[in-house]
């Protein structure tokens, strides 16, 4: 894995396991990259409307090359795109409310319209630089619109209407969910945690494991070398032994020739 590929998907992630994963990928990253597992451990967690800007770059495709593609007609001067160019934002715009909503997380009026500026910024500058594609880490404010070429448009006329308040009841789901998702995303740091630790142990058995196996191959072989030598030894001196056996039996054989020779003179003198 590769530092772009690692970025890449950190920024695809949901929001609320973007540190989490952040974690887990520096970690793996740093076996084999660890400067680049360094900068991706800095990477901070976008707000919840750039992040849903850089889930249309990843979804919403079509629609986003769209965007792109009309804002660069209406910087060069042409206006007749505008209609496209609207319909671009507005299939944006719908697609964000999609994500939010899916997401768990509210998908009120503040959050689109903070969405729609960052589009239009996007479309205002031709891109998403200083960040990589799909990569905001904020929001984005146009750089002034006629300055840039592209004029002030809305996504249609339903945004135009004053948006419509928020319920308590709303704002306590809200609250919920957002309880919920940080006590997930504790847990899931949590049950990391654990799993690392749990490695750790396994890696540290295995290790004294393998220490130990190796310390007894060396003593079966220290004493392997030793019984070897002393079979060595001994036959040798089964060797010698032999030897001397032989001889001495040859001795014996020609003591007792001697002994007989004598008897038999012994034997004549008497007859």
Same mark, same amino acid.
Request: glycine share 4%; hydrophobic share 45%; charged share 35%.
């Given at each position: 894995m590769t530092y772009d590929d690692a970025a890449a998907a950190l920024y695809q992630v949901p929001h609320d396991e973007f540190v989490a994963e952040r974690k887990r990928l520096a970690a793996d990253l740093k076996a084999t990259d660890k400067a680049g597992a360094a900068k991706l451990a800095k990477l901070t967690r976008p707000p919840i409307s750039a992040w849903t800007v850089n889930q249309l770059w990843w979804h919403a495709r079509s629609a986003f090359d769209e965007l792109l593609e009309t804002g660069e007609q209406l910087r060069a001067g042409k206006l007749a795109v505008m209609p496209a160019h @609207?319909?671009?934002?507005?299939?944006? @715009?719908a697609q964000a409310q999609s994500i939010l909503t899916e997401a768990g997380n509210?998908?009120? +009026?503040?959050?689109? @319209?903070?969405?729609?500026?960052?589009?239009?910024?996007?479309?205002?500058?031709?891109?998403f630089d200083p960040d990589a594609p799909g990569m905001l880490s904020a929001d984005r404010d146009p750089p002034g619109f006629e300055a /840039?070429?592209?004029?002030?448009?809305?996504? &249609?006329?339903? &945004? +135009?209407?004053?948006?419509?308040?928020?319920? &308590? *009841?709303?704002?306590?789901?809200?609250?919920e969910k957002k309880r919920a998702a940080a006590a997930k995303q504790r847990d899931a740091e949590a049950a990391a945690e654990q799993g690392r630790a749990a490695?750790?142990? *396994?890696?540290?058995?295995? +290790? !004294? +494991?393998?220490?130990?196996?190796l310390q007894e191959r060396h003593r079966l072989e220290a004493a392997l070398r030793t019984a070897v030598g002393d079979v060595e030894r001994r036959e040798r001196e089964v060797a010698r032994l032999?030897? /001397?056996?032989? *001889?001495?039996?040859?001795?014996?054989?020609?003591? @007792?020739?001697?002994?007989?020779?004598?008897?038999? !003179?012994?034997? /004549?003198? &008497?007859?």
């Open positions: @609207r319909e671009a934002v507005a299939k944006l @715009r509210a998908a009120n +009026e503040a959050t689109l @319209r903070r969405i729609t500026t960052t589009l239009a910024a996007i479309a205002a500058t031709g891109g /840039a070429g592209i004029p002030m448009v809305a996504p &249609d006329a339903e &945004d +135009e209407r004053p948006a419509t308040p928020v319920t &308590d *009841d709303e704002l306590a789901t809200a609250r490695a750790e142990r *396994d890696r540290r058995k295995a +290790e !004294q +494991e393998r220490t130990r196996r032999g030897a /001397a056996l032989a *001889d001495a039996e040859a001795a014996v054989e020609k003591a @007792r020739a001697i002994a007989n020779d004598l008897e038999s !003179q012994l034997a /004549a003198l &008497d007859s």
